[in-house]
């Protein structure tokens, strides 16, 4: 062995060695937690018995795929998660870019600082209160509808268990719970600009909302496209924690999404085969997803992440 | 320069004064108004003359927290997951980022790509589970805090990106000309300068380990280790309660108990977070400006 390794790369790895054994804990961690379960997904091609183990259980091709497709609520739980993540991307995107844009306005020291401390601490809530809160807002008794239609008809309406309230209710908590936190790298963009700038449009005759098309917007394109690759890679990945938090018996029909369904199908279920393949298979919409994006953003704007 | 108004500037300067007063008013309105619930008594909140301040002002709720041998479990449980794992999750990241920063480490550049790819595609899942259900992970405390979780690929990449950006090659070949091994320099030379970086990784990690309740739902059963939110989810979504969590026998009571307990729960938990985000406010957002350094 020793004979195709150069004298002097055998010098570099000693030198290196000390760094080498620095990461050896985290890289053992990422093979363990994130190499190994690659090689896990093998179970999804599998009738998995956990007391055979992966060496032990019947290899059954692509049965658990073909299940899941034949499935009745496949087109179901498919377009659940496509239509949730779809439409909290194209309604709540906007939203941190304008509220940077006219924060970037605000001149006024102290009103600037206190919309940032007020509308970023959201943000750092946990989803579990968050869904909390909602559900005493929402709620049909002690909730804030009777102030707005009155305590008897207030008691009649149980948005929670509304398959048709479900998306709205996660969508405007995220942009009420996000928005702010989000814009602040378009914030940190914005006043990164030349003001210089501002000051010939001024010469010019340019109003404000002439500064905020023309100078403002293109200047963090860049990271408008960045940040929607991003999100446009994750729009089948839903948010489970609060997915999962919001369901219940009444409003399924709507809040299954993938996530959800590989949860109590393969740890609540155990049936660890099937519920792998259907992870899997939404593993590869995602990946293929990101890849996608990336590449067209690539060609279109020049910007890309990798 | 002579500042000249137009008209048109003047209403874009009211819209976006006004819009953003009404978002403030959009996230004040409801968190006072839960606060003020926590300190009224039941009744009155179903009668609906709760608002902004509290009515028939009463410490009940808090009282029924102080009774709830569970919550009170969970929350030092949360607080050993958010301290211990934030000491370990640092440490985790920064030994990996750390050698990953020094250019010219044999095989440094594939590393870095089989964790990119990590962070794209993963096992999903099940798979994950059943690794660390066969590495005996679950139901430990202190197995708990080395779990897939620990480890983000995210920040590895950013603290990379802060050490590359921070520290120069001059620096490093002086204390090499000085006689100073890797692990010296790790700990004398590029930690003291990067407080930023850790202070920030700190406050996300600690935050993060608050918040979650995922990996407690998946790896701890046992209810003697599990941290405060999956109480909460118990207590605010699913309606549950302890059984002996009060001596009160009137159902009705119990019902009211159970009621205003949620608001006072919410604010218990929030709590920590909120107490310490005015002063590390600026610090969060400054993590985001590392990163979002270019690497």
Wanted: proline share 4%.
């Amino acid at each position: 062995m020793a004979l195709f390794v150069s004298s002097d790369a055998k010098k570099r790895i000693f030198k290196y060695k000390q760094l080498y054994s620095i990461m050896l804990i985290p890289l053992v961690h990422v093979f363990l937690f994130r190499i190994l379960p690659i090689f896990g997904i093998a179970i999804s091609f599998q009738e998995f018995r956990i007391s055979k183990g992966i060496f032990g259980s019947r290899w059954i091709g692509l049965d658990n795929f073909f299940k899941l497709f034949n499935s009745n609520y496949f087109g179901d739980i498919f377009s659940n998660t496509l239509i949730l993540n779809l439409l909290n991307l194209l309604i709540g995107f906007p939203f941190p870019v304008i509220f940077a844009l006219f924060l970037n306005e605000v001149k006024k020291k102290y009103f600037k600082k206190s919309v940032q401390m007020v509308a970023y601490a959201p943000h750092f809530i946990s989803t579990v209160v968050i869904v909390g809160i909602i559900f005493q807002l929402l709620d049909p008794t002690v909730g804030f509808l009777k102030f707005i239609v009155g305590k008897e008809a207030a008691a009649d309406i149980n948005l929670i268990g509304d398959p048709k309230a479900f998306r709205p209710i996660f969508i405007t908590s995220g942009i009420w719970q996000h928005l702010g936190w989000s814009s602040v790298i378009y914030s940190a963009a914005l006043a990164g600009v030349d003001p210089t700038l501002y000051d010939s449009a001024a010469v010019d005759g340019a109003g404000k909302l002439h500064k905020i098309w023309h100078i403002d917007l293109p200047s963090i394109m860049p990271i408008i496209t960045i940040s929607l690759i991003l999100a446009m890679g994750r729009v089948m990945n839903s948010d489970f924690e609060k997915v999962y938090l919001l369901q219940n018996n009444m409003n399924i029909g709507t809040s299954e999404v993938i996530s959800t369904f590989v949860y109590k199908r393969g740890l609540i279920h155990a049936d660890f085969g099937f519920s792998s393949a259907v992870g899997f298979f939404n593993s590869i919409i995602n990946f293929v997803l990101i890849l996608t994006t990336n590449y067209t953003s690539k060609k279109l704007s020049g910007e890309s992440m990798f | 320069m002579r500042k000249v108004y137009k008209t048109g500037d003047v209403i874009i300067n009211m819209v976006i004064y006004s819009s953003l007063v009404i978002l403030m008013l959009l996230i004040l309105v409801p968190s006072i108004h839960v606060v003020a619930a926590s300190f009224s008594s039941a009744k009155v909140l179903i009668q609906g003359k709760v608002t902004f301040l509290p009515v028939d002002f009463t410490l009940v709720s808090y009282k029924a927290i102080m009774n709830h041998p569970a919550l009170l479990l969970s929350y030092a449980n949360s607080a050993f997951y958010s301290v211990f794992g934030t000491l370990v999750s640092v440490a985790l990241v920064i030994m990996l980022a750390y050698p990953l920063s020094r250019p010219g480490l044999p095989g440094g550049k594939g590393i870095m790509k089989v964790l990119f790819f990590t962070m794209l595609f993963n096992g999903g899942l099940i798979p994950t589970y059943l690794v660390c259900s066969w590495l005996g992970m679950p139901n430990d405390r202190f197995k708990f805090l080395l779990l897939p979780h620990a480890l983000g690929i995210f920040y590895v990449i950013i603290s990379r990106t802060f050490f590359k950006t921070i520290i120069s090659q001059e620096l490093y070949d002086s204390a090499e000309i000085d006689g100073a091994t890797s692990l010296r320099t790790l700990v004398s030379i590029v930690l003291p300068l990067s407080k930023s970086l850790i202070a920030v990784l700190s406050l996300w990690h600690v935050v993060g380990n608050w918040n979650t309740y995922f990996p407690a739902l998946i790896y701890l059963n046992d209810r003697s280790l599990q941290p405060l939110q999956i109480i909460l989810r118990e207590i605010l979504v699913m309606n549950q309660f302890d059984a002996n969590m009060t001596d009160v026998s009137d159902i009705i009571e119990l019902e009211n108990i159970m009621m205003t307990l949620k608001y006072a729960s919410i604010v218990v938990a929030s709590l920590p977070l909120l107490i310490a985000y005015p002063f590390a406010q600026k610090h969060f957002v400054k993590g985001v400006m590392i990163g979002s350094i270019k690497g």
